[in-house]
T-cell receptor, first 114, second 110 residues
Framework: GAGVSQTPSNKVTEKGKYVELRCDPISGHTALYWYRQSLGQGPEFLIYFQGTGAADDSGLPNDRFFAVRPEGSVSTLKIQRTERGDSAVYLC????????????FGPGTRLTVL | QKEVEQNSGPLSVPEGAIASLNCTYSDRGSQSFFWYRQYSGKSPELIMFIYSNGDKEDGRFTAQLNKASQYVSLLIRDSQPSDSATYLCDLNLGGNQFYFGTGTSLTVIP
């Protein structure tokens, strides 16, 4: 079956611009996570959705970052006024339900802010 | 203070040897532990998870958990060149957040 998909695979933008990163989880998975991974680091938790609601957004670094999941499936991570320090690979993962232990990761979106 | 600590390596072992990867954590409330493998330029994929003290074996992989000493390890027996990757330790405190270590780079030398 289809895994987690993310688009675009690469995004290059200029400092100060707005970007949207999309995640399409595995069908039927209610839990969805966003992570950010910088070079040489492990994934850093950003936000978790259970269904349509953001159950935990404590990992978002500041108010320039926002994520939605309006219909409980596809999620969009939105970054306003991008900064060079936002450059990283943004990973999305889904799992079958809250508390389920295996997360399935998408291929990631590599964001480069010039 | 970092939640999860891993030796970044690189760790090199000859083909056929046992690779030992270690991870320590700071929060005694940690409930579940995961090992992910990440090939260069790829996303993490789950290898094993463990919740209880002791050993858990799956094929060539054994996860070991010692909650009293706050460490979890991954042993890879009969290491193969295809095992060369970064191994990420991940823990969950019982909520919805998962804390990853920085990863240990493993190279298996043919």
């Amino acid at each position: 079956g289809a895994g987690v998909s993310q688009t675009p695979s690469n995004k290059v933008t200029e400092k100060g611009k707005y970007v949207e990163l999309r995640c399409d989880p595995i069908s039927g998975h209610t839990a969805l996570y966003w992570y950010r991974q910088s070079l040489g680091q492990g994934p850093e938790f950003l936000i978790y959705f259970q269904g349509t609601g953001a159950a935990d957004d404590s990992g978002l670094p500041n108010d320039r970052f926002f994520a939605v999941r309006p219909e409980g499936s596809v999620s969009t991570l939105k970054i306003q006024r991008t900064e060079r320090g936002d450059s990283a690979v943004y990973l999305c993962a889904s799992s079958l339900e809250q508390g389920a232990y295996e997360q399935f990761f998408g291929p990631g979106t590599r964001l480069t802010v010039l | 203070q970092k939640e999860v600590e891993q030796n970044s390596g690189p760790l090199s072992v000859p083909e056929g040897a046992i690779a030992s990867l270690n991870c320590t954590y700071s929060d005694r409330g940690s409930q579940s532990f995961f090992w992910y493998r990440q090939y260069s330029g790829k996303s993490p994929e789950l290898i094993m998870f463990i919740y209880s003290n002791g050993d858990k074996e799956d094929g060539r992989f054994t996860a070991q958990l010692n909650k009293a000493s706050q460490y979890v390890s991954l042993l890879i027996r009969d290491s193969q060149p295809s095992d060369s990757a970064t191994y990420l330790c991940d823990l969950n405190l019982g909520g919805n957040q998962f804390y990853f270590g920085t990863g240990t780079s493993l190279t298996v030398i043919p």
